[in-house]
């Protein structure tokens, strides 16, 4: 069964594109957290604040990584607001998502500002991430995955909340308004997806969704402080 964990980089320094001091702390605990569980390969963002996250990971288990360019992190601007400050798809409110009614996978595109602007982004991130996929046997058919070569690695990719967003509803057929609005990618969690397999195809499902057990205040993370 193949595993993918994605992990979004700890508490970002932005400006300098790196991480904080409380991020390091995050990213130390995560490292120690992992040391005993499986990891086969490491795919990082070439983003400095990716970058120092996976260090202590790939330290911590004496691995290696391989940077992708399409790991990092996606344009999700799609406009500014009154004090010239850019809106962020994937932070607009449930509210204002849901307020021209019930959103499904056909009509979501119509009913939020980013509709256009992230189905263009979007697509060309699913494509990277199904070729990925496909040179390793596994080849998108529809809504499925026909798999060619049985693959039960683990597989860890260090990148951003964003990315890891908007990547879920490929994965997991939600619509991308709902997993905006209604899911938490917190600084240094894991998400971990398994591929479950019958009769040569596989869809994947969710094992963990912003799991961030390992840093000792992760319960404040949850709560967005």
């Given at each position: 069964?193949?595993?993918?964990?994605?992990?979004?980089?700890?508490?970002?320094?932005?400006?300098?594109?790196?991480?904080?001091?409380?991020?390091?702390?995050?990213?130390?605990?995560?490292?120690?957290?992992?040391?005993?569980?499986?990891?086969?390969?490491?795919?990082?963002?070439?983003?400095?604040?990716?970058?120092?996250?996976?260090?202590?990971?790939a330290e911590r288990k004496g691995m290696t990584s391989t940077t992708l360019e399409w790991l990092r992190e996606l344009d999700g601007c799609y406009g500014k607001n009154e004090?010239?400050?850019?809106?962020?798809?994937?932070?607009?409110?449930?509210?204002?998502?849901?307020?021209?009614?019930?959103?499904?996978?056909?009509?979501?595109?119509?009913?939020?500002?980013?509709?256009?602007?992230?189905?263009?982004?979007?697509?060309?991130?699913?494509?990277?991430?199904?070729?990925?996929?496909?040179?390793?046997?596994?080849?998108?058919?529809?809504?499925?995955?026909?798999?060619?070569?049985h693959n039960d690695e683990v597989i860890s990719f260090f990148c951003h909340e964003g990315f890891i967003k908007t990547l879920l509803p490929h994965l997991l057929q939600i619509?991308?308004?709902?997993?905006?609005?209604?899911?938490?990618?917190?600084?240094?969690?894991?998400?971990?997806?398994?591929?479950?397999?019958?009769?040569?195809?596989?869809?994947?499902?969710?094992?963990?969704?912003?799991?961030?057990?390992?840093?000792?205040?992760?319960?404040?993370?949850?709560?967005?402080?």
């Amino acid at each position: 069964m193949l595993t993918l964990v994605f992990i979004r980089h700890a508490d970002p320094d932005y400006k300098n594109d790196t991480i904080t001091e409380r991020g390091h702390a995050q990213a130390k605990e995560l490292g120690d957290a992992l040391t005993d569980t499986r990891i086969d390969s490491i795919y990082c963002s070439p983003l400095g604040r990716a970058q120092a996250t996976m260090r202590y990971v790939a330290e911590r288990k004496g691995m290696t990584s391989t940077t992708l360019e399409w790991l990092r992190e996606l344009d999700g601007c799609y406009g500014k607001n009154e004090a010239g400050e850019g809106l962020w798809a994937w932070n607009q409110h449930g509210v204002d998502a849901f307020a021209k009614g019930a959103i499904t996978m056909e009509n979501w595109k119509g009913l939020v500002p980013y509709g256009e602007k992230m189905t263009d982004v979007s697509a060309k991130q699913y494509s990277a991430f199904d070729d990925f996929l496909a040179s390793r046997g596994m080849h998108r058919d529809g809504v499925r995955y026909r798999i060619d070569t049985h693959n039960d690695e683990v597989i860890s990719f260090f990148c951003h909340e964003g990315f890891i967003k908007t990547l879920l509803p490929h994965l997991l057929q939600i619509p991308l308004p709902i997993v905006y609005s209604q899911f938490t990618i917190n600084p240094s969690s894991r998400t971990t997806i398994v591929l479950d397999e019958k009769n040569g195809y596989g869809v994947f499902h969710a094992k963990t969704i912003n799991d961030c057990s390992h840093y000792y205040d992760c319960e404040q993370l949850t709560r967005g402080k």
